[in-house]
């Protein structure tokens, strides 16, 4: 399955994630549906601005995580 989704995350805001302080990000997809995703899948996009941008999240059959990668 396939999920798109838009994220801005502060670089200050993120730090609490990163920390370990929150460990999942909730984000809402286009089709409406609240999605959980580990903080630390959200690493390698982080910047000095933080993490922000168009996201598509996909997931086997039983919504187990298989990749997360930045489309815009």
């Known amino acids: 399955m396939e999920y798109y989704f838009n994220v801005y995350i502060a ?26 995703i580990p903080a630390s899948r959200f690493r390698p996009f982080l910047s000095h601005l933080g993490i922000r941008g168009r996201f598509k999240l996909v997931t086997d059959a039983n919504h187990k995580f298989q990749s997360l990668m930045r489309v815009a």
């Open 11 to 36: 670089y200050s805001e993120y730090q609490h994630y990163y920390s370990g302080a929150a460990a999942n990000v909730v984000v809402t997809s286009d089709q409406g549906l609240r999605l959980q």
